[in-house]
């Protein structure tokens, strides 16, 4: 392929890839982490710039980015997901870019294809499409991860300050933008350890690089450790590290939403494999198997890191480590490329099944509503909400995303309030958090408190067994009142109860 053809084509996978991503960007709801980002970046600018040295705070800078963003282009669904938007598809590029450098080693026509390759696999896979489609940092911190990633590899190679430094700002981003990314400093520093003495020549820069990255983390390493001496229930469960790397192959092979069987990632490790084959054969001279090691690092260390951190802090979810997902669609490509030595045809099918495998996860996420549906929840409640019904929020933190959805319904009518909000706003309350060992009694007590002088109760619930595992709420509500109707929304439901005059 000319140099003006693989141009044109990643011209062509880049708009497929905006495509994918702008398609139904607003067909779902906001979920609450996306109503939180909104909320975070709304903070007062002290109190914003304060998380970045808060315990327990995760995406600071992301808060910060987010702010003047929504401030210029304003906060529905549309405009607050298209930041994410943006930064999913200028990972294709990034992705190209940083395969053509790993695989330079490789003959020209293998180099090209490779990097063509694992452009379209970043364009089309569903995991990456799903987080381009969220209001939330993950399409973000991959970006930066990419980022980091070459310009360390340039600066290992070339030696010049200026990659250096966009390394330390990128990376230190990254942390910033979400935590768990700072586990890529340990494979970058097994990856200088296991690649090419040309790399290790430039040992000065290296360690001045991260003895620079040090210092933005020592505020974050300030709370991290001491929470990490300590064993506590974090409201995850607990994944052991077998579950945990099927977790991360079925979700990065097939998305959030896979409507195949998940052993259809077997068709996925056999591609890993016969990349890492391709990559071994790669001459010890030169690069010295750099690309080897740099996509088995940092495809491998993250994961077994942040699975010692579980041991203590059970939080494992997938997302976590969507900044280890370009390594994997990297080795893919090569796996693809690795086959095509053998038999072009084969690496055809190889392809097309891969992409087929893609399309019809796509189409599953596209088609299947996930997130909860608190736009309709809400729409329903204030459309039949009299002024004097009291809205009961279990869990609490529901309240938010109904706030939300409020001022979008006001927007949507030309700043015209519901009826039931118009002088004021609505009566609400908070559903009561029984799980840390509330008995029966206290529940009933409080809930009757909480309901004087209300004739009718809306109850919005959403993932009540965080808060109210043993149903002790809708358990009164069900005694002491009269179920009127009943609404069901995609993770939410909605409760109208009718009380008795007391």
């Known amino acids: 392929m000319s140099a003006r053809g693989r141009r044109w084509a990643l011209v062509a996978v880049i708009g497929l890839a905006f495509a994918l991503r702008v398609i139904g960007l607003d067909g779902q709801s906001l979920w609450r982490d996306e109503v939180d980002a909104i909320r975070f970046a709304q903070f007062p600018l002290p109190d914003l ?23 210029l282009v304003g906060q529905s669904e549309f405009a607050l997901r298209f930041l994410s938007l943006f930064f ?36 089309t896979c569903p995991y990456l499409v799903w987080y381009g489609q969220e209001g939330k940092m993950y399409s973000l911190v991959v970006t930066l991860a990419l980022i980091s990633v070459y310009c360390y590899l340039v600066a290992l190679r070339q030696g010049r300050w200026y990659y250096w430094l966009a390394y330390v700002a990128t990376t230190t981003a990254a942390f910033y933008v979400h935590l768990i990314a700072a586990l890529l400093i340990p494979a970058q520093v097994l990856i200088f350890a296991l690649g090419s003495w040309d790399h290790r020549a430039r040992w000065k820069p290296w360690v001045a690089s991260l003895a620079v990255l040090t210092l933005p983390y020592l505020p974050l390493l300030a709370w991290q450790l001491p929470a990490l001496l300590q064993v506590v229930d974090t409201g995850y469960r607990f994944f052991p590290l077998n579950e945990m790397l099927l977790s991360l192959l079925a979700d990065y092979g097939l998305g959030v939403a896979p409507p195949v069987a998940v052993w259809a990632v077997v068709f996925f490790v056999a591609l ?45 979810t997938t997302r976590y480590l969507i900044f280890v997902l370009p390594a ?45 549906d608190f736009r309709a929840a809400t729409y329903h ?18 309240r938010h995303s109904f706030d939300y959805y409020v001022e ?4 949507l009518h030309q700043g015209k309030l519901p009826t039931p909000l118009v002088g004021g706003s609505y009566h609400w309350a908070e559903g009561l958090y029984t799980n840390a060992g509330m008995t029966p009694d206290e529940a009933a007590q409080q809930m009757a408190d909480t309901t004087d002088k209300s004739a009718v109760v ?45």
Request: proline content about 6%; aromatic content about 12%.
């Open 272 to 316: 890993l494999a016969a990349g890492l084959l391709l990559l071994i054969q790669v001459p010890k001279t030169g690069l010295r198997r750099t690309a080897l090691w740099v996509l088995l690092c940092w495809l491998v260390v993250p994961p077994l890191a942040f699975f010692l951190i579980t041991l203590r802090r059970p939080m494992f």
């Open 328 to 372: 994997y669609l990297l080795l893919l490509a090569a796996g693809v490329v690795a086959v095509g030595r053998r038999s072009r045809p084969v690496a055809a099918l190889s392809l097309a099944a891969l992409l087929a495998l893609y399309g019809w996860s796509l189409w599953g996420q596209a088609r299947t509503p996930l997130k909860t």
């Open 381 to 398: 409640v204030i459309e039949r909400l009299a002024p004097e019904d009291l809205v009961l929020f279990q869990i609490p933190y529901g």
């Open 49 to 71: 710039l304060r998380t970045f040295v808060t315990p327990g705070q995760n995406g600071p800078l992301y808060f910060l980015l987010l702010r003047p963003w929504l401030s």
């Open 458 to 502: 809306w109850l919005v619930a959403t993932e009540t067994s965080m808060w109210d595992a043993r149903g002790l709420v809708q358990g009164w509500l069900d005694e002491h009142a009269t179920l009127a109707n009943q609404a069901e929304f995609t993770r939410v439901t909605v409760y109208r109860y009718l009380l008795p005059a007391r």
């Open 88 to 123: 999913g598809v200028l990972a294709v590029p990034l992705t190209y870019r940083l395969a053509r450098e790993l695989f330079s080693s490789l003959p020209q026509a293998e180099r090209d294809w490779a990097s063509l390759l694992a452009a379209i696999l970043a364009a």
């Open 408 to 411: 979008r319904w006001s927007d």
